[in-house]
């Protein structure tokens, strides 16, 4: 439904947006994520209309829409600091955007009343703004960008104001409200927790480009770069040299005097490629004895333990001073925790367990 | 006891200052003219106390305000001009502020300056200033005349447009600061969300700017409209002979007829008019407060 084509924005000296091209379907749940300053927000600007490329073409449902005002676009958007109109109550903001259609009256209310009753605003729609809580707030700039029956949605960092709990259950009430009424929604956020929850996609950026595009498991399990595997949840990472051994696996050298690890990879390493293996804290198992049929086993001395109550994660120094992180569920009470400071412990995981990634 | 010495001090102030003030000028107002020194009467006697000179004090200078027509005519004419060039100094403040709020921060400051500068200098000296540039020979005349635009010089001193121009001129950072201090803390997105929902700009600026800047224009108006009812020396100095403002008329009673019991009336009457916007003011600044909370 959107098309950028080798779209790029340049304020002065600085690039914010690269030579980028990307296509968003329609009734999809897209996330733009990436750190602050990686031209996420710029991107949906552009969308919005507040911002024009400096080179290269946005199209919405084929037509260009360079030359559309704000106003006239069917895309609406909801706020970082919602935006509410602090001198009109509740009702009137969101029936700001009806009345500027000409909507005939009975028609306006009708559409206030389906927006409040799917936000659970009914009780609040007299109040001004600055009357209601910050979750309402939310749930009100919502419903008035959600009012016109846009073709696409663009929300930006939309929970970013929220505490933890409510920014939880909001999640979910976005993917529920996305669902009913059909509409494509982008959102920006920095949250990798929030794209990965919400979204149905999600592209990871990084200064002005879009590194990998992906739904949130491929994005978890199969990182296409370093940078991704970084970005996206807690990771380690192994340095060494890739050797082909047998159809997809290698032999990775990453230690004089150790063993090499044995890794599978659809992607082609050659002889003696440098490469990192990226893997995830939860798919490395700790035990005190060596595990008799492991792919990799590798020991270690407990540094630190991070309890978080379901999970606890180790912090193992290996022999040769790098820090590799395991998780495990804390399925028993913690009085009864195998391991603790100090304790001599053997790592271990399969060959398929880790991505092998170039440099 | 603390708290009754803070809330002591403003009414110790007040009443020092204001109402024993209009105590005496009320006394005034109720007494009548007299060629003495001072010129009314009656005196104050402890000898035939205070019932007696009580007694004395009666309303009459009050219904010769209602009998001479010149009174409230001069009334209405100074409301006329006060509400007028009230509207003016809001058409030539609000662009400027708006302007100012909108200029990138680093400027900001030096702007304000530029609006507060001139009141370094005499006011009365800027009001003479005036004069040069508005009277037949005046700067404005020669250029116009420079320029082509006309042929004979315009009159335009000793008129009320005179009035109106330097009224304008002499209030406008009164309109100006309290509009910009609004304006400044409008945040921009809410222009951008009301362009999002399909405002163009200028509906966005009726419907979001002008609301939001509300509470502002009421305050900047206020702070021009009650002195400029009151204003004598803008009138006096750059008004004709048929500049009818209250404030000439006070001082002509004071000063040349000498009568200073109308005077006092005269002036009795102004704060009364003057109380009624004074309290519409204060409400809107309480109602601005409770906003903000």
């Known amino acids: 439904m959107i098309h950028f084509q080798n779209v790029t924005k340049r304020y002065g000296e600085f690039t914010a947006i690269d030579n980028l091209t990307i296509d968003i379907y329609e009734r999809e749940f897209y996330a733009l994520l990436g750190p602050s300053g990686c031209g996420k927000t710029t991107l949906m600007r552009m969308l ?19 030359p559309v005002p704000p106003n006239k676009r069917a895309v609406n958007m909801m706020f970082q600091s919602y935006a509410l109109f602090p001198h009109l109550s509740v009702w009137e903001n969101i029936a700001f955007g009806l009345k500027r259609e000409k909507m005939p009256k009975h028609d306006i209310d009708d559409r206030v009343e389906a927006m409040l009753k799917l936000t659970r605003l009914e009780k609040f729609a007299r109040r001004k703004p600055h009357q209601i809580s910050g979750g309402q707030r939310q749930r009100v700039a919502l419903a008035r960008s959600l009012a016109k029956h846009p073709k696409l949605l663009l929300l930006d960092e939309p929970l970013g104001a929220l505490d933890k ?58 990182p296409n770069s370093v940078y991704v595997a970084d970005f996206i949840g807690d990771v380690n990472l192994i340095e060494g040299t890739a050797t082909p051994n047998g159809s997809d696996a290698y032999a990775m050298s990453w230690h004089e005097g150790h063993p ?3 890794v599978k990879s659809p992607n082609a390493f050659s002889d003696g490629q440098k490469c990192h293996l990226a893997i995830r804290p939860e798919k490395v198992a700790i035990s005190s004895e060596q595990p008799a049929e492991a792919d ?59 991505v092998l990634l170039a440099d | 006891m603390r708290r009754f010495v803070l809330i002591a001090i403003p009414y110790v102030w007040l009443l020092a200052l204001f109402l024993v003030p209009f105590a005496i000028v009320l006394k005034i107002a109720l007494s009548d003219a007299a060629i003495a020194r001072p010129p009314y009467f009656p005196q104050f006697d402890w000898a035939e106390g205070i019932a007696a000179f ?9 219904v010769w305000l209602t009998e001479d027509d010149l009174y409230w005519k001069a009334y209405l004419s100074s409301l006329k001009i006060a509400v007028i060039s009230t509207f003016f100094t809001l058409l030539a403040g609000y662009p400027i502020a708006y302007g100012m709020a909108r200029a990138p921060e680093e400027w900001r ?25 508005l009277s037949n020979e005046g700067f404005l005349n020669q250029f116009l005349m420079w320029i082509g635009v006309i042929s004979e010089p315009l009159t335009i001193l000793n008129t009320n447009s005179a009035v109106y121009i330097g009224i304008v001129y002499t209030y406008l950072p009164f309109m100006i600061l309290p ?4 304006l400044e803390r409008l945040d921009g997105s809410l222009i951008e969300a009301a362009e999002d929902l399909g ?46 403002m209250i404030g000439k008329v006070l001082w002509e009673e004071f000063f040349s007829n000498r009568d200073w019991p109308v005077a006092s009336a005269v002036a009795v009457v102004l704060l009364l008019l003057l109380v009624i916007p004074i309290v519409l003011f204060q409400r809107n600044q309480q109602k601005q407060q409770e906003a903000e909370q």
């Open chain 1, 165 to 222: 709990k409510l920014r939880q259950d909001t999640q979910f009430e976005l993917m529920d409200i996305q669902e009913k009424t059909g509409t494509t929604f982008v959102i920006v956020t920095h949250d990798q927790e929030e794209a990965m929850t919400v979204a149905s996609r999600v592209a990871v950026m990084d200064h002005g480009k879009i590194i990998q595009v992906a739904t949130p498991d491929r994005i978890y399990e199969n």
């Open chain 2, 199 to 244: 405002c163009s700009r200028l509906t966005a600026f009726w419907l979001v700017t002008i609301p939001l800047s509300k509470t502002g224009i009421i305050a900047g108006s206020f702070l021009v409209f009650i002195p400029v009812l009151g204003e004598f020396v803008i009138p006096s100095l750059l008004g004709g002979s048929d500049t009818l």
């Open chain 2, 54 to 62: 009580i007694a004395e004090l009666d309303f009459e200078n009050f």
């Open chain 1, 296 to 354: 990799n086993a590798v020991q270690g001395r407990i540094l630190d333990i991070a309890y978080l109550g379901n999970i606890s994660t180790y912090h193992v120094e290996l022999p040769t001073g790098a820090v590799i992180k395991a998780q495990t569920a804390n399925t028993r009470r913690i009085a009864r925790r195998a391991f603790t400071w100090e304790d001599t412990v053997w790592l271990s995981w399969t060959a398929t367990a880790g």
């Open chain 1, 260 to 262: 090499p690890l044995t």
């Open chain 1, 48 to 66: 919005a209309g507040f911002e024009t490329p400096t080179e290269g073409k946005i199209f919405l449902a084929g037509q260009d829409i360079a």
């Open chain 2, 179 to 182: 509009v910009y201090s609004a």
């Open chain 2, 109 to 133: 400051p030096s702007l304000m300056m530029l609006v507060i500068l001139p009141f370094w200098t005499s006011f009365l000296i800027r009001v003479y200033a005036w004069m040069g540039i």
